[in-house]
């Protein structure tokens, strides 16, 4: 079993930045694609941003030149890095993870962190 951990979860004033950190279980080389998933009271998950084994990344719309999404193969860990924040950034943020280069129904999931984006 995969097991992912995530931190950096916090408050923070509109256009304050943050961290999100999301440590695995076992190396990183082993998993080949992960992501960032997001929901909000009333409103449906929301995919953020993945990243491959082979680099390559994706980003959602809303999240577009302010998150950036990286991967520390030597610590067995990724990041979304979160810049602009908005109050509508509020939500639970989690970490997924896949054996695979892309993100499946059966991927591994994190317990989620609280980010709130208020002035």
């Known amino acids: 079993q995969v097991q992912l951990v995530e931190s950096g979860g916090g408050l923070v004033q509109p256009g304050g930045s943050l961290r999100l950190s999301c440590a695995t279980s076992?190396?990183?080389?082993?998993?080949?694609?992960m992501g960032w998933y997001r929901q909000a009271p009333g409103k449906q998950r929301e995919w953020i941003a993945t990243?491959?084994?082979?680099?390559?990344?994706h980003y959602a719309d809303s999240v577009k030149g302010r998150f950036t999404i990286s991967r520390d193969n030597a610590k067995n860990t990724a990041y979304l890095q979160m810049n602009s924040l908005k109050p509508e950034d509020t939500a639970v943020y989690y970490c997924?993870?896949?054996?695979?280069?892309?993100?499946?129904?059966?991927?591994?999931w994190g317990q989620g962190t609280q980010v709130t984006v208020s002035s």
């Open positions: 076992e190396s990183i080389f082993s998993i080949n694609a």
């Open positions: 997924v993870a896949d054996r695979l280069l892309t993100l499946r129904p059966t991927a591994y």
């Open positions: 990243i491959t084994s082979t680099g390559s990344t």
